[in-house]
C-alpha cells in the first residue's frame, strides 16, 4: 500500500503504535512524541488506546504481534491487498477452531474516481461467514488516492481429522476498471481428538444421578449394587465419541445404590 496505516482485527482499535526507542519511551506514562531524525537503536513498539474507563472498571488488553501474510495485486487503478493468517487457529480451551479474520484493502491508484465497485468473496466448502455477513460488498465510488477496508470473519464448518489446504477467492471489479482476481491460501489444521479418561475403581460403570442430596444438587456417582449390568463397550469413533448401539442407563439411584428407573437409550 502506498498510504500504510494500522491493520486491527480485534474488536478495539489502538489509537497509536510507534516503533521507537526503548531507552526514550520506557517510564514515559502518555503521549511520546518522535523526534524526526532520531536513530532508533534499541527498539520498542509502544501500542496506546486513548479510552476513558469509568471508576471502579477495568479493561484487559492482550496483543500478539507477528506477520500478516499479504496477499497483493499492486496494478492500478484497483490495489487490493488481502490480509489474514496463513493458518487457522485453534481455541484451546474450548477445543475448537477459532474464527479465521480476512481484511480486504482497495486503494484507488488510478487517474479517475471508481465507479460502482463490487467486491465477491468466493469460500470452500470447509468455510462459511459468521453471522448474516454478506460475501458481497458494493461500492458506489472510490475516489482517486481513497483507500476503503472490508472486514470478514469466517468459521470452519467442522472439525477435520486431517490438515488440509484450502482457498479464498476475491474478485475487484467496477464499471471503468478491469476485474482483478485474487486466491488467499490458508490451512486449516486437525482438531486434537477428544481425550478418554478411564477413572480406576468404577468398573467403567456408567455414573448415575442421585437425588436424595438434601442440598438439591445433583450428584454423580456409579451404579454400586447393579455394576455388572451397566457396563458398556467401550466403543468410540476418532474423536472420543460412544458409538454403541445401545447403552443401559439407570436414571436414579437411591442411598443404597439401588436404581429406581431403568431405560434403554438407542
Given at each position: 500500500?502506498?498510504?500504510?496505516?494500522?491493520?486491527?482485527?480485534?474488536?478495539?482499535?489502538?489509537?497509536?503504535?510507534?516503533?521507537?526507542?526503548?531507552?526514550?519511551?520506557?517510564?514515559?506514562?502518555?503521549?511520546?512524541?518522535?523526534?524526526?531524525?532520531?536513530?532508533?537503536?534499541?527498539?520498542?513498539?509502544?501500542?496506546?488506546?486513548?479510552?476513558?474507563?469509568?471508576?471502579?472498571?477495568?479493561?484487559?488488553?492482550?496483543?500478539?504481534?507477528?506477520?500478516?501474510?499479504?496477499?497483493?495485486?499492486?496494478?492500478?487503478?484497483?490495489?487490493?491487498?488481502?490480509?489474514?493468517?496463513?493458518?487457522?487457529?485453534?481455541?484451546?480451551?474450548?477445543?475448537?477452531?477459532?474464527?479465521?479474520?480476512?481484511?480486504?484493502?482497495?486503494?484507488?491508484?488510478?487517474?479517475?474516481?471508481?465507479?460502482?465497485?463490487?467486491?465477491?468473496?468466493?469460500?470452500p466448502n470447509e468455510l462459511k461467514a459468521t453471522g448474516n455477513e454478506?460475501?458481497?460488498?458494493?461500492?458506489?465510488?472510490?475516489?482517486?488516492?481513497?483507500?476503503?477496508?472490508?472486514?470478514?470473519?469466517?468459521?470452519?464448518?467442522?472439525?477435520?481429522?486431517?490438515?488440509?489446504?484450502?482457498?479464498?477467492?476475491?474478485?475487484?471489479?467496477?464499471?471503468?476498471?478491469?476485474?482483478?482476481?485474487?486466491?488467499?491460501?490458508?490451512?486449516?489444521?486437525?482438531?486434537?481428538?477428544?481425550?478418554?479418561?478411564?477413572?480406576?475403581?468404577?468398573?467403567?460403570?456408567?455414573?448415575?444421578?442421585?437425588?436424595?442430596?438434601?442440598?438439591?444438587?445433583?450428584?454423580?456417582?456409579?451404579?454400586?449394587?447393579?455394576?455388572?449390568?451397566?457396563?458398556?463397550?467401550?466403543?468410540?469413533?476418532?474423536?472420543?465419541?460412544?458409538?454403541?448401539?445401545?447403552?443401559?442407563?439407570?436414571?436414579?439411584?437411591?442411598?443404597?445404590?439401588?436404581?429406581?428407573?431403568?431405560?434403554?437409550?438407542?
Amino acid at each position: 500500500m502506498y498510504h500504510t496505516a494500522v491493520f486491527c482485527q480485534g474488536s478495539i482499535r489502538p489509537d497509536k503504535v510507534q516503533f521507537v526507542n526503548w531507552g526514550r519511551i520506557s517510564g514515559k506514562q502518555w503521549d511520546y512524541k518522535i523526534a524526526a531524525g532520531q536513530s532508533n537503536g534499541d527498539s520498542a513498539v509502544s501500542v496506546i488506546w486513548d479510552r476513558k474507563i469509568p471508576a471502579g472498571k477495568e479493561e484487559t488488553y492482550i496483543t500478539r504481534y507477528g506477520l500478516s501474510e499479504l496477499v497483493q495485486d499492486l496494478r492500478p487503478p484497483l490495489e487490493t491487498t488481502l490480509s489474514g493468517d496463513s493458518e487457522v487457529s485453534i481455541d484451546n480451551e474450548k477445543m475448537e477452531y477459532a474464527p479465521y479474520p480476512l481484511t480486504i484493502d482497495i486503494q484507488n491508484i488510478g487517474k479517475a474516481d471508481a465507479k460502482n465497485v463490487t467486491v465477491n468473496i468466493e469460500l470452500p466448502n470447509e468455510l462459511k461467514a459468521t453471522g448474516n455477513e454478506s460475501l458481497q460488498v458494493k461500492l458506489p465510488e472510490i475516489k482517486v488516492g481513497q483507500t476503503v477496508k472490508a472486514y470478514r470473519q469466517f468459521r470452519v464448518e467442522a472439525n477435520l481429522s486431517e490438515e488440509k489446504t484450502v482457498g479464498i477467492k476475491v474478485t475487484v471489479d467496477a464499471d471503468n476498471a478491469a476485474k482483478k482476481t485474487l486466491f488467499k491460501n490458508i490451512k486449516i489444521p486437525k482438531l486434537p481428538r477428544n481425550a478418554i479418561i478411564v477413572l480406576p475403581g468404577i468398573a467403567a460403570s456408567r455414573l448415575h444421578k442421585n437425588a436424595n442430596n438434601k442440598t438439591g444438587d445433583m450428584l454423580w456417582e456409579p451404579n454400586r449394587k447393579n455394576y455388572k449390568l451397566n457396563i458398556p463397550y467401550l466403543a468410540c469413533d476418532e474423536n472420543g465419541n460412544s458409538i454403541n448401539k445401545v447403552i443401559p442407563e439407570y436414571s436414579e439411584i437411591d442411598q443404597n445404590g439401588n436404581r429406581i428407573v431403568e431405560k434403554n437409550k438407542s
